[in-house]
């Protein structure tokens, strides 16, 4: 992974439906153990901290069964203390039966790719608040301009 890199997660409360045809739905007890799970970690205790610098505002959220997490720039070096403690909770929400989760880190490429890891578990993760976009740009201090062709003069 580069030296700096964008991270997004969503944890989840697996969906099932009561009946063939019904709406999806998640257990809302096994919502509030998840949540309650997670602001007992490590990784919660120090994204929340202003130190960090890690969670702008909406960054990090929960709602209908999902908790949902985005940070940019975020030095991933395995031994940072956060990055510890992430992989630390990231473990540990794999042993909560009827948990899923996906994880995307985009970081920056040795070529003209970016670096990009994902890492899933459960049966029913949630995949569509994040994804990788690429994008052009162009860095040119000139001025550019319409100029009389030969044929013109």
């Known amino acids: 992974m580069g ?17 063939e ?3 999806w739905e998640y257990d809302k007890e096994k919502f509030k153990e998840m949540v309650g799970f997670f ?3 490590k990784f919660y ?4 901290d ?14 209908e069964g999902e908790i949902i997490f985005y ?4 030095k991933w ?34 070529g ?9 578990f459960g049966d029913d993760p949630t995949y569509n608040y994040f994804g990788v976009h690429t994008s052009m740009y162009f860095n040119d201090d000139t001025t550019l301009g319409m100029t009389q062709t030969d044929e013109e003069k």
């Open 45 to 48: 205790e120090q994204a929340i």
């Open 71 to 74: 940070a940019e720039n975020w």
């Open 21 to 23: 045809g019904e709406e």
């Open 112 to 120: 003209d790719e970016p670096d990009v890891a994902t890492d899933e």
């Open 50 to 63: 202003p130190q960090y610098n890690l969670i702008k505002e909406n960054h990090l959220g929960w709602r």
């Open 77 to 110: 070096y395995t031994d940072y203390p956060i990055v510890k403690a992430f992989d630390e909770m990231w473990e540990s929400m794999q042993d909560i039966e009827g948990i899923s989760g996906y994880v995307m880190r985009v970081g920056e490429g040795d």
């Open 39 to 41: 602001k007992l970690t």
């Open 3 to 19: 030296y700096r890199s964008d991270v997004a997660f969503c944890l989840s409360v697996n969906t099932y439906r009561k009946e």
